[in-house]
């Protein structure tokens, strides 16, 4: 029989003894990578930043995706400079209004004046805050998730797009009356562009655009600025088509073009 001696020296029984402590040691080791992959029993897989190439997560274990941070901050690194853009455009296609001359006015409330600016510049420099903050302005307390967030994101930012695209359209079209509260001396009616099917536009789209910013980021902020956006517009709205109308704004002119446009929303025509 032959014995085995020396401290260099190991039995048989004790390699087939390391070969099965080696064995374990891998098996607990893929265990516990598996476990890091684990969140709370559901797989789960994360975009980690704009390398990963993934904009949306999913969790199996409710259904639910939702788009990454990342994706969030780029997109509204990408409203806030088109935002931007439009109103540098939309400023200089006004800027002839500010020396016309006003025959009748329209007086706002008192807290539709400043404030009424300040309802229509929020939901512009919102992005701006997602960009910094994310934390607080996408991912805050002041935020909410639901299952179906996605695909209210996605309808939000087609309606911010369109209300982008219809506000530069009309403003273009309204050129310096697009500042004007009220009646200029020599008062025309613009009933071109889009303002052929809607009376009003230019609030059309800054309400598509608060409600579509709003659905984007999930903010129950901007929720009840779109709320605040809607009322100041739709009073703006009726105290100008009611001097419009009158004997100081332009009568019969505007009243017969009233009658077949929308306030908001083209009308539909009856057959």
Known sequence: MAVWRGTGCATPADRSTEVVRARRQTTQQQTTLGETELEGGSSHWLARGLGSGHVVS??????????????????????????????????????????????????????LGQGGDLIQIVPLVYPVLVVVAPSWAYEGWLNWATGFDLLLQAAGLGLWALGIAVGLWAARTMGGYGVVSGVTVNHQLVSDGPYRYVRHPIYTALIAITVGTTLIFRSYLLLVVAAMSFAAHLWWAAAEEKLLSSPDGLGDVYRAYASRTGRFLPRVRRR
Do not use: C, F, I, K
């Not at 901050?73 to 409203?79: C, D, G, N, P, R």
């Not at 200089?92 to 001359?101: A, I, K, M, Y």
């Open 58 to 111: 999913s969790s199996a274990s409710n259904g639910r995706y939702h788009v990454t941070s990342a994706a969030v901050q780029l997109t509204a690194a990408v409203m806030a400079a088109a935002n931007a853009a439009a109103w540098v455009l939309w400023t200089r296609w006004e800027r002839p209004g500010h020396d016309l001359e006003l025959r009748a006015r329209v007086d706002p409330l008192p807290l």
